[in-house]
């Protein structure tokens, strides 16, 4: 087990960072990588905010159109509906070796 005070490579954040963006649940990532859900999610919101801040592109692409929103909508509950389906395979393989 880490120490409380760890410190991760940019690289392994980069990596843990993308395979939130694709399977849209920082919870779900941090769980199956063993790590803290509000440090994988700190990690996500940084890079966020370091990406909109460093994009130049932002300035013409708005994030606020209804298209925009119904795919983070979609993206949350996907990634809700992944999170209970790993919980409850969990939860059958415990109750399958007893």
């Not at 939130?20 to 999610?41: I, S, Y």
């Not at 130049?56 to 990634?79: M, R």
Request: zero cysteines.
């Amino acid at each position: 087990m880490r120490s409380k005070n760890t410190r991760y490579s940019e690289e392994f954040k980069n990596q843990i960072i993308k395979e939130v963006e694709e399977v849209g649940n920082a919870t779900l990532v941090a769980r199956k990588q063993t790590k803290v859900p509000g440090t994988v999610t700190r990690w996500v919101r940084e890079s966020k905010k370091a990406n909109k801040t460093n994009n130049p592109l932002n300035t013409y692409y708005s994030t606020n159109s209804p298209l925009d929103k119904e795919n983070e909508q979609l993206k949350k509950l996907l990634g809700e509906k992944d999170l209970e389906i790993a919980i409850l395979r969990d939860l059958l393989k415990k109750t399958s070796q007893r």
